[in-house]
């Protein structure tokens, strides 16, 4: 044994990376935890990408909040699996996290215990767009696998705990539809199987807040419901990361 | 004017990158082109990352031909949107391509005049099972793109043009099927869409060679018909990709 290794707060947790989609989503967070803008010319990230990176020191942590930015073509916010897998390889590669935490809307399925506001960690993630009707394939297409578990936080911080299931559409086909109740998710969202990807590649233990904008088997159009709930449902995200970031400062991953 | 930039052979294509998603596609041309594998200790590709690398040089050019690489979990060559924009991010940063070619295979539609072992370049690319239902949002998501254009090389090739459609599915759900006719194409792929976003994020021309290896809209199921031609079709794939290198090699970028 080394004396740093018994150290009191020694393997304590000190650098957290939060993915986010959504600017709107995030805003709020930068601003409570005083996170500043990562200049273009200091960026970890190369010329071209459009990721964006806010950093501070809140507490006893190095806090890295990277969004996929604007589309370079479009200018709205860059959403779905292509381009959170690349801003969370790229932030994994720069800044070594030693926990990532994948914060976000998502929609839920009342039928699975979901309603609008309710924050949920995920259990488990899995896809439900990607159908390779070969055998092997169609599971890898799937790729479902369990989060890192984390009771403590579950136990203390009365989030809900549920299945998530990701795509890179808002709505949902009938074969989605087909392959989310096959997936068991009670909820739906269009990053976080590819952040899980990304982030079990490099053995990273990451933690899936997702809260509910919208009812997907609801009788109101998700976009529309998703529009008019997403400011105060940020609302109640931005409440459950800060309790979730207060919960994890002077913890170890084994505490979580 | 600077005197190097006027001596022959100044400007021409000296890198180009190879990104190809199936081991069984990719193996005939890594024994053509003589390339060899770099091992893991010398990988450009962080520790964790399934992606491999095959390099040499092939006339005047240093060849790279980079992989997803098997699935660590499932074992299988990782198709699909995720991991071809990994890879070729990571290969763009390591390698600096002045070009890189997206080789592969591809589902057709006889309807536009695709038949079995044509051999397309993807005039555009665009996304079909990206849907989010949101004013802008909507375009995004499709993120239709013209690729770099060549018309030497298809004046020269012989090879058919075509608008390219990609989706994380080898099948196709009647929502695909619209989205596929609203993308006007005449081939269909899991990858190439992904690597163009990439390609174009970091201004690096791309060129899509697809060699079909099944109709999509006849009367086999697509992943038997697949299966079936994936040899044969990758034999044709191998000859086009062969001739297009040969082409390239002593010219420009704006020589093709």
Redesign the interface.
């Known amino acids: 044994e080394q004396p740093d290794a018994a150290a009191p707060g020694a393997g304590a947790i000190s650098r957290v990376l939060i993915v986010m989609a959504m600017e709107k989503e995030a805003m709020p967070l930068v601003n409570k935890f005083k996170l500043v803008e990562a200049p273009a010319r200091e960026s970890i990230f190369?010329k071209?990408?459009?990721w964006t990176r806010f950093y501070g020191i809140y507490k006893d942590l190095h806090l890295d909040l990277v969004m996929p930015g604007k589309?370079?073509?479009?200018?709205?916010d860059?959403?779905?699996?292509?381009s959170a897998?690349?801003v969370t390889?790229?932030s994994i590669?720069a800044l070594k996290p030693d926990l990532i935490i994948n914060a976000g809307t998502a929609g839920g399925f009342k039928a699975k215990g979901a309603s609008v506001k309710d924050v949920f960690l995920a259990s488990d993630v899995a896809?439900h767009?990607?159908?390779?009707?070969?055998p092997?394939?169609d599971?890898?297409?799937i790729g479902a696998?369990k989060t890192f578990a984390a009771p403590n936080i579950l136990n203390e911080l009365n989030f809900k705990l549920g299945k998530l299931s990701t795509?890179?559409?808002?709505?949902m086909?009938?074969?989605d539809e087909e392959a989310i109740l096959s997936n068991d998710a009670t909820i739906k969202d269009m990053e976080g199987a590819?952040v899980a990807?990304?982030a079990?590649?490099?053995?990273t233990p990451a933690i899936f807040v997702k809260a509910v904008t919208d009812i997907v088997d609801g009788d109101k159009p998700?976009?529309e419901e998703?529009?008019n709930n997403l400011i105060s449902v940020t609302a109640a995200l931005d409440v459950a990361v800060t309790k979730l970031v207060d919960f994890i400062c002077g913890k170890r991953i084994s505490d979580l």
Chains 1, 2 share one sequence.
């Open positions: 190369p071209g990408a459009p589309d370079a073509v479009f200018g709205v860059s959403v779905g699996t292509v897998a690349l390889y790229a590669q896809f767009d990607r159908r390779i009707p070969i092997v394939f599971m890898y297409g696998r795509g890179d559409s808002l709505d086909s009938p074969q590819a990807y990304v079990d590649m490099f053995s998700t976009a998703f529009l």
